[in-house]
C-alpha cells in the first residue's frame, strides 16, 4: 500500500502497513519488530509535509484507534488516532472545550501534538501544553503512562516526542467548560498591520495574518471570547485600532471554539514554518518581505502566515524557553518550492528560528542541537525507551543523531 501525504509531496510503500484495533495490538506488532530486527513508524493523519512518517519497513497508523475514552470537568483521554475535528465535537457534545486550537484540524491529536502544531495567541502555548499525559508503547514492548502522577520525568519528553519515542496509544487533555468565540476577518496593507501587530496581538485573545506579497495586502483575523451574560451583542468587543483602514468587516461570526478557530482548506499547499524570538521578528520579517518581493512575488503562489505562540518548558518544542512569533511559507503543490523554501530558511536562521518539526525544512542534528537547551535530556530518554532502534529512520537518524 502506497503511502501519500496530505499535499502529495510525500510518498513512499512501506514494506508493511499496519492498523491496529487496540493497543494489545500495537504492542504485539512492536514487540514482533523487536524480536526481528525490524522498524516501526508511527502516523497519524497524514497531514505533515515533513519525512517524519517515511519507512522502508513498517508504517503502524493509529486511524482505527479513535474515540473519546474518558472525560470530566477538567481532563478528557482520547484514543490517539482521533481527528481533531472528531474531538472538538465530541468534547462539545460533553459540554467541553480544548483551550486552543491551530489552523486545520484535520490532524489526529497524537500526530498534532507530537509534531508541536501550534495556534495563535500570545496566552497560548502550542497543542502539546495542552497534554496532561500520554500512554505510549515503548520500544521494549512496555505500555507506560506519563504523566504529572506516573513516570513524570518523561513528559517533558513525551508531550512533543516526533515518534521517537514509542507509538502513542491515548493521549490525555487538559480541557475546560465549554465556550465561543467570535471571529473578525478584514483586510488592511502591509504596512498598516505591522504598525499595529503589537497592539492587536495585546489586545484580542487569538491573532493572525495572512500576508499576500502579489497585493502586499493582508488578511486579518481577530477573536474573543463571547460572553453570554453581557447586556451587549453577545460577545466580548473586538479590539481593533480606531485607524483600522477598511470600515466594513470582510467576515463576522461566532460560535463554538472547534468551529471557529480551524478553517477549511479546500487548496492544498506545501509549506516551511519557523518559529522567532520574538523580539527578532520585525527584522526578520523585514527581510522575509524584501526578499519575496525583489526574487519571489512571481514565484510564492500562495501567501505567508504569521502567528505567535507563548513560550513553554517541553523539550523539544520550538517555543521552549521564550514567547515565539512564527513565520509561515505557503505554496501550492502544483508550483514548485525548494529554492523559494531554502532561501527563506537561511533568513530564519539568521534570527534564531527554530523550524517547525512537520513541515519542510533541511536542518539535520548537528543544526538542531544548538537550539533547543534540553536537547541532550531527550536524547536520553529515547535511549532508555527505545534502546534497540525499534522507532529509527533514516530520516530521524539523519535529525536526531549526530555523526
Known amino acids: 500500500m502506497r503511502f501519500v501525504n496530505w499535499s502529495g509531496s510525500l510518498s513512499f510503500t512501506p514494506r508493511e502497513h499496519a492498523e491496529p484495533t487496540d493497543e494489545d495490538a500495537v504492542r504485539d506488532l512492536v514487540v514482533r519488530a523487536r524480536q526481528a530486527g525490524r522498524t516501526v513508524r508511527p502516523v497519524g493523519s497524514g497531514h505533515s509535509s515533513s519525512p517524519l512518517v517515511r519507512t522502508d519497513d513498517i508504517l503502524l497508523s493509529v486511524d482505527r484507534l479513535t474515540?473519546?475514552?474518558?472525560?470530566?470537568?477538567?481532563?478528557?483521554?482520547?484514543?490517539?488516532?482521533?481527528?481533531?475535528?472528531?474531538?472538538?465535537?465530541?468534547?462539545?457534545?460533553?459540554?467541553?472545550?480544548?483551550?486552543?486550537?491551530?489552523?486545520?484540524?484535520?490532524?489526529?491529536?497524537?500526530?498534532?501534538?507530537?509534531?508541536?502544531?501550534?495556534?495563535?495567541?500570545?496566552?497560548?502555548?502550542?497543542?502539546?501544553?495542552?497534554?496532561?499525559?500520554?500512554?505510549?508503547?515503548?520500544?521494549?514492548?512496555?505500555?507506560?503512562?506519563?504523566?504529572?502522577?506516573?513516570?513524570?520525568?518523561?513528559?517533558?519528553?513525551?508531550?512533543?516526542?516526533?515518534?521517537?519515542?514509542?507509538?502513542?496509544?491515548?493521549?490525555?487533555?487538559?480541557?475546560?467548560?465549554q465556550y465561543e468565540l467570535h471571529r473578525r476577518r478584514w483586510c488592511a496593507h502591509i504596512d498598516w498591520t505591522l504598525d499595529h501587530f503589537a497592539e492587536l496581538q495585546h489586545t484580542n485573545r487569538n491573532m493572525d495574518f495572512y500576508w499576500y506579497p502579489r497585493s502586499d495586502l493582508t488578511q486579518i483575523r481577530i477573536l474573543n471570547r463571547v460572553d453570554r451574560g453581557s447586556d451587549g451583542p453577545g460577545w466580548d468587543t473586538p479590539r481593533v485600532p480606531e485607524s483600522d483602514p477598511f470600515g466594513a468587516p470582510r467576515e463576522v461570526r461566532s460560535g463554538p471554539v472547534h468551529r471557529t478557530i480551524p478553517q477549511e482548506r479546500e487548496l492544498r499547499f506545501d509549506e516551511i514554518e519557523y518559529m522567532l524570538p520574538s523580539e527578532a521578528f520585525p527584522a526578520c520579517f523585514a527581510e522575509v518581505r524584501r526578499r519575496i518581493l525583489r526574487h519571489y512575488r512571481r514565484?510564492?503562489?500562495?501567501?505567508?502566515?504569521?502567528?505567535?505562540?507563548?513560550?513553554?518548558?517541553?523539550?523539544?518544542?520550538?517555543?521552549?524557553?521564550?514567547?515565539?512569533?512564527?513565520v509561515a511559507c505557503l505554496q501550492n503543490t502544483s508550483l514548485p518550492y525548494e529554492e523559494y523554501f531554502r532561501d527563506m530558511e537561511t533568513v530564519f536562521r539568521q534570527y534564531g528560528g527554530r523550524p517547525h518539526w512537520g513541515k519542510k525544512h533541511w536542518l539535520t542534528a548537528r543544526d538542531l542541537r544548538p537550539l533547543y537547551p534540553r536537547w541532550d535530556d531527550f536524547q536520553a530518554v529515547r535511549r532508555r525507551l527505545d534502546p534497540d532502534g525499534v522507532f529509527r529512520s533514516p530520516y530521524l537518524t539523519r535529525l536526531l543523531e549526530e555523526t
Not at 486550537?101 to 490532524?107: A, I, K, S, T, W
Not at 510564492?300 to 521564550?322: E, F, H, K, P, Q
Open 67 to 177: 474515540g473519546v475514552v474518558a472525560e470530566d470537568a477538567g481532563r478528557a483521554r482520547v484514543w490517539a488516532g482521533t481527528k481533531l475535528k472528531a474531538l472538538g465535537e465530541g468534547l462539545y457534545d460533553a459540554g467541553l472545550a480544548m483551550d486552543n486550537l491551530g489552523d486545520v484540524d484535520y490532524q489526529s491529536i497524537a500526530g498534532a501534538t507530537a509534531t508541536g502544531t501550534h495556534g495563535t495567541g500570545i496566552g497560548f502555548g502550542n497543542l502539546c501544553t495542552q497534554v496532561a499525559g500520554v500512554r505510549l508503547v515503548t520500544g521494549t514492548g512496555d505500555v507506560l503512562d506519563i504523566s504529572a502522577d506516573h513516570n513524570a520525568d518523561l513528559l517533558p519528553a513525551a508531550r512533543l516526542s516526533l515518534g521517537a519515542l514509542g507509538v502513542i496509544t491515548q493521549v490525555t487533555l487538559d480541557v475546560q467548560p
Open 299 to 326: 514565484v510564492a503562489g500562495w501567501r505567508v502566515l504569521v502567528r505567535t505562540i507563548a513560550a513553554d518548558d517541553i523539550w523539544l518544542s520550538n517555543a521552549y524557553g521564550r514567547p515565539t512569533t512564527t
